[in-house]
């Protein structure tokens, strides 16, 4: 779904795009379609053929009137976001970055988006004033649901899940997002909400994205720590699952969760709260790991893990061709070829289907809290289905960004598309689970729902409640709802 033009402001000038003949842009858009149909293994996974292919007509069709690198971004964008695979990415050239910083009239607030709605976080220029947890209802008359449902197609995501753009759009997030869908506009007319509930409109001018302050890169440990919260509940926070990222650190990822439980053990927790709120994944199997300390018998994960062949190939209008190789052929070993001519993993040591070969003894056998969220995805959001489907886990935060189905993601092929210069990244690699208890398509949900605080409200609502949870009988579902204020309280 394209964007439409915003209705009550006037579109405000901004850098030149770099322009594209006819050809060139149909060039780019054929290369781009033919890239993400041969390296997907199943692209209708969330959605049907049909819609798929009235989709494609229709930016087909859209075409006609892209005469530059935005107008075909806005038109390939969407196209790919209805796909449901959030590691599929486009990423802007480097000339587009370029103007991106030049450009202006953008959207002067920055937003805290949740699934019951938009609050404002900070205000610059002439939307100063608006005080910090104002909500959002509406932007020149569309309301703030609309206005994410748009944002679903500007940003990459699994299936249909919408946390996972929420945490993206933060901040500054959304104005950057609407800029690159619509442009920008001399002036924007809000609609807000007060803390006392009151309801009024405010005019407030666009604003040059050099006027908002550049984002700040707090860089976290990436290195899993435990810590106690009281001499029986502990709180481990696992920021990664990347190897590199704990080498880099100095630190050994199964090395430092497997002492984590052991002092777990030692020190006689009773419950345990695992926060994987940041965490985006990381390398295939940390996460099996830790699972194997939290559930004793091995579970069957995957129905299968598959990849379209063991190369994948397409050629451009001018007959150039683009490759990636998917197996090398030690991997090839470990694949079988199926009916329908893909390939697929065999169930066998070292990585196979199952979470675990032999059941642990040393696995931690008290109860469970995971704090999960739109940042967590990939691996992360791998390790939250398996936890959901065994019954392990309470879950607490947002609906989990990854799709409880499964994804395709592990090894990617990277193409530059030749005349817009941006960069398409697509998974070959489709992990389908074993088990289909949630609607396709959607994340493992919060039983007891705490969207992330504003900033600077030195609060942990979610982790707060975590811990009120652990220590009481977990049957107090009243307990979700009425330990919860809204973000402005």
Not at 153 to 172: K, N
Request: include cysteine; charged fraction near 25%.
């Amino acid at each position: 779904m394209l964007l439409a033009p915003i209705a009550c402001a006037a579109a405000f000038a901004t850098a030149s795009p770099q322009s594209l003949t006819a050809a060139q842009a149909r060039e780019d858009f054929d290369l781009a379609l033919a890239a993400v149909e041969a390296g997907l293994p199943n692209i209708t996974w969330f959605q049907s053929p049909q819609d798929w292919k009235r989709a494609k007509q229709s930016a087909r069709q859209a075409l006609h009137a892209v005469h530059d690198d935005v107008g075909l971004f806005r038109v390939l964008r969407p196209l790919l976001s209805r796909i449901g695979e959030g590691h599929l990415s486009l990423q802007r050239s480097a000339m587009m970055r370029a103007e991106d910083a030049r450009a202006r009239g953008l959207l002067p607030v920055d937003l805290r988006w949740t699934e019951a709605g938009a609050w404002v976080m900070a205000g610059w220029e002439t939307a100063a004033r608006i005080p910090p947890g104002t909500r959002l209802l509406a932007i020149d008359d569309e309301p703030a649901a609309e206005l994410m449902r748009e944002s679903m197609s500007a940003l990459g995501h699994d299936g249909t899940i919408q946390t996972g753009v929420m945490r993206e759009l933060d901040g500054g997030g959304y104005a950057r997002a609407r800029q690159w869908m619509r442009g920008g506009a001399d002036r924007y007319r809000l609609r807000l909400q007060d803390a006392a509930g009151t309801v009024y409109e405010q005019v407030v001018d666009g604003i040059a994205n050099a006027a908002r302050p550049a984002r700040v890169e707090v860089v976290e440990s990436p290195v899993a720590r435990l810590e106690w919260l009281d001499p029986h509940i502990a709180r481990l926070v696992v920021p990664t699952f990347s190897n590199r990222r704990h080498r880099e650190a100095g630190s050994d990822y199964r090395e430092v969760v497997r002492k984590a439980f052991e002092t777990l053990r030692e020190q006689g927790a009773s419950t345990l709260i695992l926060d994987l709120r940041d965490n985006g994944g990381g390398s295939e199997g940390n996460e099996n790991y830790l699972f194997s300390f939290l559930v004793r018998e091995p579970l069957r994960k995957y129905a299968a893990v598959k990849a379209r062949g063991a190369t994948v190939s397409v050629r451009d209008a001018h007959g150039r061709r683009y490759t990636a190789e998917v197996y090398d052929r030690q991997e090839l070993r470990q694949q079988l070829r199926t009916p329908g001519d893909q390939l697929s993993r065999r169930n066998e040591p070292p990585e196979g289907l199952m979470s675990h070969w032999e059941a642990r003894s040393d696995v931690f056998g008290g109860r469970l809290i995971v704090l999960a969220g739109g940042n967590t995805f990939s691996g992360a959001a791998e390790l939250c289905s398996m936890l959901y489907h065994a019954r392990r886990a309470l879950f607490v935060g947002e609906e989990v960004a990854g799709a409880y189905a499964g994804n395709t993601s592990g090894y990617r092929w990277n193409i530059e598309l030749p005349n817009s210069h941006m960069r398409l990244h697509v998974p070959l690699l489709q992990f389908r689970f074993a088990w289909n208890e949630l609607p396709l398509g959607r994340g493992v949900p919060a039983d007891c729902a705490a969207p992330p605080d504003l900033p600077g409200s030195n609060r942990d609502t979610a982790l707060d409640l975590a811990l009120q949870l652990s220590l009481r009988p977990w049957s107090h579902d009243a307990l979700c709802a009425a330990d919860l204020r809204p973000l402005h309280d």
